[in-house]
């Protein structure tokens, strides 16, 4: 019989969920009984961070499912003798809302709507004919795609070698990213943090972007150069910027990034891994797992994703 | 050869880009000569306030075409011997960017976060999941429904007849009001003014809806009854309103609309004519005209639309 740990702030709300899965044969436990008390089972569900910090302690493990897209501080660790699942495939509406939600805040000035006290009927923008980038195109990227051709856009997307993806009217590999970013009028990040994608988003491809163009990032924050994308936004020549991550999290209060005018940020909201998805996930692979079936969703330690 | 009367304040404008579409045998005039000047053409195009403001002076005109969607100047006033064409086709996607805009700015707290200077991860809401229910279902419900469908909204019909419409999963009729708002969660006003459309959104109509539901007018403003709105708004019943139309336009600044904290006012800029695509529907009809063609996009003048 399977014991499956469940770790991490979430864990008893995950495990409440678990056991109204009716899974077979499941030995849940929810946390570690005390400080250095040894896991002895071969399953451990839980995000990274608070997996990452048992894992010397659970030396027979055989597979981990995060609860977290994110998984550096697994791919990280020296230890890499089990399978590792992510929850890909259920972030996409979120985001697809997110980056539309913000999109059309800004075109439509909805911030300013919403303060004002004044019949204000100053001409608003359009998504109608514009270009959007999007960095990733992978389940996220494709379901953010489809939304924006719902809204007439053209739509570009960047991966590591150019090769094509649903919803996407053109790909571009990581070397053509100049390219790819020449006359884009958005920019949205939705990148896993890899060596690969470090500083992607520096001066000279900002340069590339229609002047008045709008940076989303809803990622990870080391694809952004910081000190390049905040001269773009004083200068103007980036209209707008929205931030769901940043360097340090959670970003203090009177850090200048909250001063900037033009720079929104949303603290790490863009994309919440709704309970219920995760345990759907898990529940899922943890069938797979009884019956010896290819799990779903397995990271590549090298690739990080 | 038509001789084209171009009217209103937007009229030196649509001129030029007119003069610059090369349409066979026209010879346009921009504005009356003078007050009281009679005009001896057969085509006018302008807004429906300004155009009827001419009617008298225009005896022999056949055909006027209204750069505006809403039309109620021309159908309220007494001579209908000519044809007069509208607008229709060209407002979906600006009303889809409007409609879908506010939606995710409410859910994800976007006006909130724009103004935020700390760090928040307090949970947002989604579409996913939840019911619209558009009232009118023409050419821009048909639109705004399918962009609803890209977010995994269910979407609901109202209709004079109950008629099935395009994008839209189920039709109910203007009799079934109550059966169509039951279990809400957002309500889209899209409705032209007409007898038939007075006073549709009530208070017996609010109470249908699902506790917390938003309601989005951006048709004409007599389909809802203020005073039950406002109640509504009060109790809190109602999460949030947005309504791009008033009975009174401009609404004067310190009119106690302003002051409601979730009742938001766009300025009757939902679905904005772009001159070009006003110009494009006018040219269309033109070739129809010089060709004794039927023209597009006539306007019944009992139905009112």
Excluded at 6 to 33: F, K, M, S, T
Aim: charged share 20%.
């Amino acid at each position: 019989m399977p014991k499956v740990l469940v770790a991490g702030a979430d864990g008893p709300l995950i495990g409440e969920q678990l056991r109204r899965c009716n899974l077979p044969e499941l030995e849940l436990q929810v946390g570690l009984a005390g400080a250095g008390a040894p896991f002895s089972g071969d399953v451990i569900l839980g995000d990274p961070a608070s997996v990452s910090a048992l894992l010397d302690q659970c030396q027979s493990i055989r597979w981990v499912q995060s609860t977290w897209a994110g998984v550096t501080p697994l791919v990280q660790h020296s230890r890499r003798n089990y399978v590792l699942t992510g929850v890909k495939g259920i972030f996409g509406q979120a985001m697809a809302e997110f980056v539309l939600g913000w999109l059309l805040a800004l075109e439509r000035r909805i911030p300013d709507r919403a303060q004002g006290q004044r019949w204000d009927q100053r001409a608003d923008g359009t998504l109608l004919g514009k270009t959007i980038g999007l960095m990733g195109t992978g389940s996220i990227g494709s379901h953010v795609a489809r939304v924006c051709k719902g809204f007439g856009l053209s739509v570009r997307g960047l991966n590591s070698s150019g090769t094509a993806a649903e919803g996407v009217d053109h790909c571009y590999s990581a070397a053509q990213r100049l390219e790819f970013a020449q006359g884009l009028d958005y920019l949205v990040g939705l990148l896993p943090a890899t060596p690969a994608t470090d500083n992607l988003v520096d001066g000279a491809l900002l340069e590339r972007l229609n002047s008045g163009a709008i940076y989303i990032n809803a990622g990870r924050a080391n694809c952004t150069v910081d000190a390049d994308l905040f001269r773009a936004l004083q200068t103007g020549s980036l209209r707008a910027a929205v931030l769901d991550v940043t360097t340090q999290e959670p970003l203090p209060a009177g850090h200048p990034m909250w001063q900037l005018e033009n720079l929104y940020l949303s603290s790490h909201t863009a994309a919440p891994t709704g309970i219920e998805a995760v345990v759907d996930v898990f529940c899922d692979n943890y069938r797979r797992y009884t019956r010896d079936e290819p799990l779903r969703h397995i990271i590549d330690f090298d690739r990080g994703y």
